[in-house]
C-alpha cells in the first residue's frame, strides 16, 4: 500500500509541478520577488542546454566539453539576424538554430570518429577553436565586449505585437519552447532511434554486430544535441538582448556537465531538476558567498563519486524500492481490482 | 655476432646506451636557447610521463595532473621561500607536497570510473585553482599569480656545488632527473605491480576474481604518478626560476593528454616522443599559422583513428619488421 501511496505522491507533485510552470508568472509575484519569474525563464532554457548535454552523455554515452560551442552559435546567429541582417523575429531565430546544427553537422564528422575521453578532448579542441576565433576578431564579433540588440515582436495579430519585453508574454513563450523541444526530445527517445542510442551507449561492438552502425547513430546523437543546444542558445540570446563569446567558453559547457551529472545522466527530467536546483543556488548563494562554486563542485564531487544516477536516480529507487518491497500488496491489489473487473 | 643474432634485452640495453650518449652528447650541438628547449621537453616528457601512468597502465583519464604539477612547482618554491631547503630538500618537498594533495583526492577521485573519473578530476582541479587564484592564498601563491624564485638555483653534490647559471648545468641536471624517473617508472612497469595494473585496466572484474586488491591498486598508480608529476614540476620550477597558478589549470593536463595520445599512451617512451612533437609543432607551427590548435585537432583525430598505438607504437612495428627481415 506504502508504493502505491508513494506513486500517488508522484503524480500529484508532479501535477502541482505542471500548475505551478503553468500559472508562475502570476503566482510568483504573490509568493516571492517578481524577477524570480526572469530567474524561472532562465531555469527553463539552460534545462534544454543540459538536455542536449544529457543527450551525449546519458544516453549516447559520449561526454562532450564543447556544447556551449553551439549554444554560442545559436546566441551568434540571432545577434547577427537581428542587428546586422535587419531580420524579423522568427527568421532570426531560424538563423541561429540553423548556424548551431549546420555547425553540428559539419563538427560531428571528425568528432564522433571519437569515443570515450578522446571525443572529450576533440569537444574541448572545437569549441576552443570556435572561441578563440569569437574572441580575437573584434571586428566581426566584437568580442569579449558582446553584440547588443534590440529584439523585434514576435508576431502581429491585428494590432496586437507582443514583444518579449514582457516579462510575462517571454515567460510564456519560452515555456512553450522549452516544452515543444523537451517533447521532441522525448518523442526521438521512444522511437526506435533513442533505444539506438542506448544500445551504443551499453556496448557499441554489440549493437554493431545487432545491425546499427554505431557511427552513424552517434552521428544522429551529435547533430540533434547541437540542434537542441542551439535552440536553447538563441533563446538564451533573445532572453537576454544580448551575445557574447563567453557563452562559447568552456566553463558554460562544464555548467551544463554538473547540472546533468547532478541531476541524473540518462533521465529525461534529470537535467532539469540539476539545473534549477543549481541556479536558485547561484541566486541564493552568490549574494552571500563570492566563492560559492566551491560547494557546487563539492556537491558534483560527492554525487559523482557516491551516486553516479544524481538526484533522479535516487527518487526514482525511492519510488520502486517501495514497489519492490510490497510485490504482495501489489499483485492482490491488481487481482482484486482485475477481479472486480470481471464481475 | 650479428645485429639480428643478438637477444631481444640486449638490443634494447644497447639502445638506452645509444640513446644515453646521444642525449650526453647533444647540447655540444645545439646553442644556448636550445638547450633549455630540449631540457623543457624532457621535463614536460616526464610530466606527460606521469598522465600515461594513470591511463596507459592505471586505466584512469586524469585530468588532474596538472594539479600535482602545480604542487611540485610551488612545493619547491615555498619550501626554498619559506624553510630555506637546498635545491635536493626542496625537490623533496615538492614531491610530498604532490602526494600529500593527491592522497585524499585520490581517495574519492578512484572510486568513480570511466566518464565520471574525468569528471570528478576536472572538477578537483578547477576547485584547485579557484581556492588558489581567489586571493585568500597569497602567501602560497604570491601577491600576483606568479612566485618568481629570487636567487639562482644551486645543486650541492657535497664536495662540489653546480650552479643553474650555467645552462649546460640545467640541461644535465633536467636530464639526469628525468632519466632517473625513466629508469624507475619502467622498473615499475615491468614488476608484478605494473603487470597487474594492466590487468586490471583490461578487464577490472576477472583482476578482481583472480585476487588483485584493484581500488588498492588504481589508488597506488594514482598516488605515485602524482609523485612523479610533482617532480616534473619541482624540474620545472628550477628552470624556468618562476611558478604561476596557471600551472594548476586543467588545461595543462589536457595537454598532457595530447601529447600522450600522440606519441603512444600505453608505454613510457611514446608521452616524451609526444611532447617533443607537441613543443616543436608549437614553437615552429604557432609562429605562421594562428590557429594552431586546429592542426593538433586533427593530428589527434588522425593518430587516435589511424594509429591508436601512437607514433612509439608505429616506430615499434616497423623496428620489429626490420629486424625480423
Known amino acids: 500500500m506504502i508504493g502505491f501511496k508513494r506513486h500517488t505522491l508522484f503524480i500529484i507533485l508532479g501535477g502541482l509541478l505542471a500548475a505551478f510552470l503553468l500559472t508562475a508568472p502570476y503566482v510568483i509575484p504573490f509568493l516571492l520577488n517578481t524577477f524570480w519569474v526572469n530567474i524561472l525563464t532562465e531555469i527553463l532554457i539552460w534545462s534544454l542546454f543540459a538536455a542536449s548535454v544529457n543527450l551525449l552523455f546519458g544516453y549516447t554515452g559520449l561526454l562532450s566539453f564543447g556544447q556551449a560551442l553551439f549554444f554560442g552559435m545559436g546566441a551568434y546567429g540571432v545577434a547577427f539576424g537581428l542587428s546586422t541582417f535587419g531580420l524579423s523575429f522568427w527568421p532570426a531565430f531560424l538563423l541561429g538554430v540553423a548556424a548551431a546544427t549546420v555547425t553540428a553537422a559539419l563538427i560531428g564528422f571528425l568528432a564522433v570518429r571519437l569515443t570515450l575521453a578522446y571525443f572529450t578532448i576533440i569537444s574541448v579542441v572545437f569549441s576552443l577553436i570556435f572561441y578563440l576565433f569569437a574572441v580575437g576578431r573584434k571586428d566581426i564579433t566584437n568580442g569579449d565586449d558582446g553584440m547588443a540588440f534590440q529584439i523585434p515582436p514576435v508576431f502581429t495579430i491585428g494590432g496586437w505585437e507582443p514583444t518579449l519585453l514582457d516579462l510575462t508574454f517571454q515567460y510564456y513563450f519560452v515555456l512553450i519552447m522549452v516544452a515543444t523541444f523537451y517533447l521532441l526530445l522525448w518523442m526521438v527517445l521512444q522511437s526506435p532511434l533513442g533505444y539506438a542510442f542506448k544500445a551504443v551507449r551499453e556496448n557499441d561492438r554489440r549493437a554493431s554486430l545487432i545491425g546499427f552502425n554505431p557511427y552513424i547513430i552517434r552521428y544522429y546523437s551529435f547533430v540533434l544535441a547541437g540542434f537542441l543546444a542551439g535552440v536553447a542558445g538563441t533563446l538564451f540570446a533573445l532572453f537576454s538582448r544580448y551575445t557574447t563569446a563567453q557563452y562559447m567558453y568552456w566553463t558554460v559547457s562544464g555548467e551544463g556537465i554538473v547540472w546533468v551529472v547532478i541531476g541524473g545522466a540518462g533521465t529525461l527530467l534529470g537535467p532539469a531538476l540539476g539545473t534549477a536546483l543549481l541556479i536558485v543556488i547561484r541566486e541564493q548563494l552568490s549574494v552571500y558567498w563570492e566563492h560559492f562554486l566551491i560547494l557546487v563542485g563539492i556537491i558534483a564531487i560527492v554525487t559523482v563519486t557516491f551516486e553516479p544516477a544524481g538526484l533522479m536516480g535516487m527518487l526514482n529507487r525511492w519510488k520502486d524500492r517501495s514497489r519492490a518491497a510490497t510485490p504482495a500488496a501489489e499483485t492482490s491489489l491488481t487481482d482484486s481490482e482485475s477481479e472486480a473487473a470481471r464481475s | ?325
Not at chain 2, 583490461?202 to 576474481?209: G, I, S, T
Open chain 2, 1 to 325: 655476432m650479428t645485429f639480428c643474432s643478438m637477444s631481444m634485452l640486449n638490443r634494447s640495453w644497447l639502445a638506452v646506451g645509444i640513446l644515453a650518449m646521444a642525449f650526453i652528447a647533444l647540447p655540444f650541438f645545439l646553442a644556448e636557447f636550445q638547450r633549455i628547449f630540449v631540457a623543457e621537453i624532457l621535463i614536460w616528457g616526464l610530466f606527460t610521463m606521469s598522465f600515461s601512468l594513470v591511463y596507459g597502465y592505471g586505466g584512469m583519464m586524469s585530468f588532474a595532473q596538472a594539479v600535482f604539477f602545480g604542487a611540485g612547482c610551488y612545493g619547491f618554491n615555498l619550501g626554498t621561500h619559506y624553510y630555506g631547503f637546498n635545491t635536493w630538500g626542496a625537490i623533496a618537498s615538492a614531491v610530498v607536497a604532490a602526494v600529500t594533495l593527491a592522497i585524499p583526492i585520490g581517495v574519492v577521485a578512484t572510486r568513480a570510473r570511466s566518464h565520471h573519473f574525468l569528471i570528478v578530476t576536472v572538477i578537483f582541479s578547477v576547485l584547485v585553482h579557484m581556492i588558489l587564484s581567489s586571493g585568500h592564498w597569497r602567501w602560497l601563491g604570491g601577491p600576483y599569480v606568479t612566485r618568481s624564485l629570487t636567487f639562482v638555483p644551486e645543486v650541492p653534490f657535497g664536495f662540489v656545488t653546480l650552479s643553474y647559471e650555467s645552462e649546460i648545468v640545467a640541461y644535465y641536471f633536467s636530464l639526469a632527473v628525468v632519466a632517473a624517473a625513466f629508469g624507475g617508472c619502467s622498473l615499475l612497469a615491468v614488476s608484478p605491480f605494473g603487470r597487474a595494473l594492466i590487468a586490471q585496466k583490461d578487464n577490472e572484474m576477472r583482476a578482481h576474481l583472480i585476487g588483485l586488491r584493484v581500488v588498492w591498486m588504481r589508488f597506488s598508480i594514482f598516488v605515485i604518478a602524482a609523485g612523479v608529476a610533482g617532480l616534473s614540476g619541482a624540474l620545472y620550477a628550477l628552470l624556468a626560476r618562476y611558478t604561476s597558478l596557471e600551472f594548476f589549470h586543467w588545461t595543462y593536463s589536457g595537454q598532457a593528454v595530447v601529447m600522450a595520445v600522440i606519441g603512444g599512451a600505453n608505454s613510457l617512451v611514446g608521452p616524451f616522443i609526444g611532447t617533443a612533437i607537441y613543443l616543436l609543432a608549437a614553437e615552429h607551427l604557432s609562429r605562421h599559422f594562428e590557429s594552431f590548435a586546429i592542426l593538433i585537432g586533427i593530428i589527434l583525430i588522425l593518430v587516435v583513428r589511424y594509429a591508436p598505438m601512437g607514433v612509439w607504437g608505429l616506430a615499434r612495428i616497423a623496428i620489429r619488421k626490420v629486424s625480423s627481415e
